[in-house]
């Protein structure tokens, strides 16, 4: 007799991917991040209506068939100002996108979501290269929760270096690779293209942040290059440099040219200077000095953080093992925080005054966000051993009252979205940006009430009424204007728009030279009797051509360093 035939063995459960993991736990922590704004409204920092109204006047130029606007719609009143030029656009894009499918107050609570839950999956990225998947899973969620994405949150509001920060772990998992710091990327990839599309990213998302990476990641090939004693390195970094901001041009060409049309010096002025704002400094400015204070605080918090982190992870013990490949990574690293640590502090302001363009980044506290990624490093390293799971949730305990902290702080304002909203549907407008304000204009003696056109008399130096002319608007978008006027006598055109080189100005076919009033660069056009025909349109200049030239190179030259590895890797396998 025969027994019964044995059952066939279960079908193994599939594991869950460690990179779903961490994303989930990023998501739930994001959620809790933005848990306050459910009873409380928008945090309103800093910032907040800045990138808001930029979100706003984004979608309001895509509704008139503008895809990638230049100049804005409702700023400075309806005066408009070239802010698109100056800022770059990843930011304004992705909170745009989110104003056309949610309503108001979610706008912000999604952003910030969407954003600190790419930063965990980000962080993951980098973190599995140096730690086991636990350290890795914890490390990212650590990066999510950390003090700077905290102060970002809720009292700055600085929606783009927010997203500037997410990138981060991407760009510098590329950079330790291209430095011969890391075990090499897949024989698939390009390690220079590799690098320089998050490089290329960092910079659309925050242009302070370019700097701060731009300045980190010549160090870590510099230090890389004379360690290892490789000119090769070095070569490779520059020349990743290079390609990453060929990919920026288009908006950084343009950028860096038009400068000198408007007012950029209002960037460093009073308050905004990097001396004003080192670590504990105090100005006259009693509000100013107390959120000097707590990013001060914050950042000495992540500082200790760090340092403790790197003492218990032991990377650095007489006994470590010295073959371990990753170890140049992990000096790399500790070099780079200790430069992002002096840098916040008043010893170094020969650097701030004699490096490049460093001055732009205005708060040398903004060097938290390195700080905040190393010692996000350090801490998954920490937390891979046996009890990380302990010394985890006593990191998360202890990240309470600091954003409790930080929830007391600052401003909430359930409405602010939907007033900002309020202003386009009315017509009134938001308030403009001192740097983006062209020369000759100041923008806080631009009417707030200004008519969309207005009759002058013919010559500002005669007291005499206005001829009564009839103004028909034939079109009116952001960058195109359509007029038709006819007038009994000569007079002059007031547009609700200020004068830009970019803007060319048409009467009856023929260009002209727009004139303005004494206190302010609105546009007046001179008008003859009779009828005339006005066309008012935002040109293409040659600085934005140009860069859109080399941005399409750049892309061309990544996508044949692609096909190129990619053909390299199937043709060895």
């Known amino acids: 007799m025969t027994g019964p035939l044995p059952s066939p063995p279960l079908p193994a459960q599939p594991r869950i991917p460690a990179w779903a993991i961490a994303t989930a736990i990023s998501f739930f922590l994001s959620i809790a991040i933005v848990l306050p704004f459910f009873w409380l409204g928008s945090a309103s920092g800093h910032d907040f209506e800045f990138h808001a109204a930029s979100w706003l006047d984004t979608a309001f130029q895509w509704k008139q068939g503008i895809v990638y606007p230049r100049w804005t719609a409702w700023m400075n009143h309806g005066f408009g100002e070239p802010r ?8 304004w894009i992705l909170g745009a996108t989110l104003s056309l499918v949610l309503p108001g107050m979610w706008i912000p609570l999604v952003f910030i979501v969407l954003v600190q839950t790419f930063a965990g999956f980000s962080a993951f990225c980098l973190l599995r290269r140096l730690v086991n998947d636990r350290g890795a899973i914890l490390g990212a969620a650590c990066y999510v929760i950390n003090p700077y994405a905290l102060l970002l949150t809720y009292i700055r509001s600085d929606f783009a270096e927010q997203l500037a920060c997410a990138v981060f772990p991407l760009l510098f998992v590329a950079a330790l690779r291209l430095a011969n710091l890391l075990d090499p990327p ?11 599309i998050p490089f290329a990213a960092v910079w659309l998302a925050n242009a302070p942040a370019g700097v701060i990476v731009s300045y980190s990641l010549a160090l870590v090939f510099a230090w890389a290059a004379i360690t290892q004693r490789s000119w090769k390195i070095a070569f490779r970094g520059v020349s990743g440099l290079a390609l990453g901001l060929g990919l920026t041009c288009f908006y950084l060409v343009p950028a860096a040219y038009e400068q000198r049309w408007v007012n950029i010096g209002q960037a460093l002025a009073s308050g905004l200077l990097p001396s004003q704002n080192f670590l504990f400094t105090y100005i006259a400015d009693p509000e100013h000095t107390w959120f000097n204070w707590i990013a001060s605080f914050c950042a000495i918090l992540l500082f200790l953080l760090c340092a403790i982190a790197a003492l218990v992870s032991r990377r650095f013990a007489s006994f470590a093992n010295s073959g371990d490949p990753r170890r140049k990574a992990w000096l790399a690293l500790l070099v780079l925080a200790a430069a992002a640590t002096s840098l916040m ?11 490049p363009k460093l001055r732009f980044v205005q708060f040398p506290w903004r060097w938290m966000s390195i700080l905040a990624l190393v010692g996000a490093c350090f801490l998954a390293s920490a937390l891979q051993k046996r009890r990380g799971w302990a010394w985890f949730a006593l990191l998360l305990l202890l990240s309470v009252p600091l954003a409790h902290f930080l929830v007391n702080n600052t401003w909430w304002d359930a409405d602010e979205i939907p007033t900002l909203q309020a202003a386009i549907t009315d017509e009134t407008g938001f308030d403009g940006t001192d740097e983006y304000d062209p020369l000759g204009d100041d923008h806080l003696n631009l009417p707030p009430d200004a008519p969309t056109t207005k009759i002058l008399p013919a010559s500002p130096e005669e007291d005499t009424r206005a001829p ?6 034939e079109k009116w978008t952001t960058e195109d204007k359509a007029l038709r006027v006819d007038s009994p006598a000569p007079a002059r055109l007031a547009l609700r728009l200020l004068n830009y080189p970019a803007w060319q100005v048409e009467v009856n076919g023929a260009p002209i030279v727009p004139g303005r009033p004494d206190n302010f660069d609105q546009m007046i056009i ?29 892309i061309l030259l990544t996508i044949v360093l692609l096909l190129v590895a990619r053909n390299r890797g199937s043709a060895r396998a």
């Open 345 to 355: 502090f008043r010893f170094t302001t020969p650097l701030w005054n004699f490096l």
């Open 526 to 554: 001179p008008i003859a009797a009779g009828s005339s025909t006005i066309h008012v349109r935002f040109a293409r200049t040659p600085d934005r051509t140009l860069g859109l030239l080399i941005s399409l190179l750049s």
């Open 84 to 91: 698109f030029i100056f800022y770059p656009p990843l930011s």
């Open 186 to 196: 897949a024989p698939k990839s390009s390690p220079l293209a590799s690098f320089a």
């Open 468 to 473: 009564d002319a009839h103004v028909q608007i």
